[in-house]
């Protein structure tokens, strides 16, 4: 199983990004998928998370800024990001977990200007 995320980059505070991440090498979707930070000289956070009934859970310092969705059919899992601050600037990874065990995607820049 590998995960594949896509979509960080720069932009300027108050704007916003979509952050992607595909998992391929399963047929079976998983039961949770998240999306995680680490932010410089920091340890990685949990953003936000999604199980297989929809069910959302935010990190406080996101709610109502980020959304999290998930297409089990393609195994995908995306992160609106909108009202974007400096201090969200970190590498960002996507997790998935199930049956399978759990596994990582290799992390995506996003960097946000003041």
């Known amino acids: 199983v590998q995960l594949q995320a896509s979509g960080g980059g720069l932009v300027q505070a108050g704007g916003s990004l979509r952050l992607s991440c595909a998992a391929s090498?399963?047929?079976?979707?998983?039961?949770?998928m998240s999306w995680y930070r680490q932010p410089p000289g920091k340890q990685r956070e949990l953003v936000a998370s999604?199980?297989?009934?929809?069910?959302?859970n935010y990190a406080d310092s996101v709610k109502g800024r980020f959304a999290i969705s998930r297409d089990n059919a393609k195994n995908t899992v995306s992160l609106q990001m909108n009202s974007l601050k400096p201090e969200d600037t970190a590498v960002y990874y996507c997790?998935?977990?199930?049956?399978?065990?759990?596994?990582w995607g290799q992390g995506t820049q996003v960097t946000v200007s003041s």
């Open positions: 997790r998935a977990s199930g049956a399978l065990g759990v596994y």
């Open positions: 090498g399963s047929r079976i979707a998983f039961a949770a």
């Open positions: 999604i199980i297989g009934g929809g069910i959302t």
